[in-house]
């Protein structure tokens, strides 16, 4: 039986229905940094708790994007053969186009009014780039609508931009449920200490930011490909 929900959320059951398969992209995104990490110790330089820290944030983004673009092949009907793999290679060889759309994404912020919180407002900017850097991928590679990678990219971004206060309250939520404890009772416990931030805190904080930028995404790319409602 066809299966008629939205193309949003054929897509979000598709990524907690594989949730294995996240996992093993995540072991092999996390090996890939650490070789990297060791490349730069052995040249001397090593990384620095911000650097160790965007590093993390990128094995997330980059995992979770290669596990969407599986959702997306599976799920869109009018998916080109072997765009998974074409999307994969586009986000990984994206490092120009990425730093680009981090510069954007940083204006866009500065526009918008900084948080004060650095890592949430670097996150933000990194996320947002990969986003935006999967969305022309898609744009590239399947043309929906007949539009290009720039075309489907702006209007992703519009509705990621439309869809910011939906995407926090799925932050939030998810940090709490995982947690047990209020996000912002964490964030200023530390604030008030001047102490840093548990490592477990840490680690959960990045994992509701992926997830509510991929969460997003998939109702962005739902209205986008088939203007069916959101998830």
Known sequence: MTNTAPLSTRLVDHLIAERESLENLMTQEGSRALHEEFLLAESGELPDRQQRLTRMRAVGARAWLRHLAAALQAEWADAPAGMQG???????????????????????????????????????????????????????????????????????????????????????????????????????????????????????????GVWSYVRTLCIALGETIDGQSPA
């Open 86 to 208: 074409q999307l994969e290679l586009w986000v990984a060889r994206g490092g120009d186009r990425l730093e680009a759309l981090e510069i954007e994404e940083e204006a866009a912020l500065e526009r918008e009014g900084i948080s004060g919180d650095v890592d949430a407002d670097q996150r933000r900017v990194t996320l947002g780039a990969y986003v935006r850097l999967f969305a022309e991928g898609v744009g590239e590679i399947g043309s929906p609508g007949g539009r290009t990678g720039p075309e489907f990219g702006r209007d992703i971004n519009l509705i990621m931009r439309r869809e910011a206060g939906e995407r926090r309250s799925v932050e939030k939520a998810s940090f709490e449920a995982w947690t047990g404890s209020p996000m912002e009772g964490a964030l200023e416990n530390a604030r008030m200490t001047a102490a840093p931030v548990e490592p477990s805190v840490i680690r959960m904080l990045e994992a509701a």
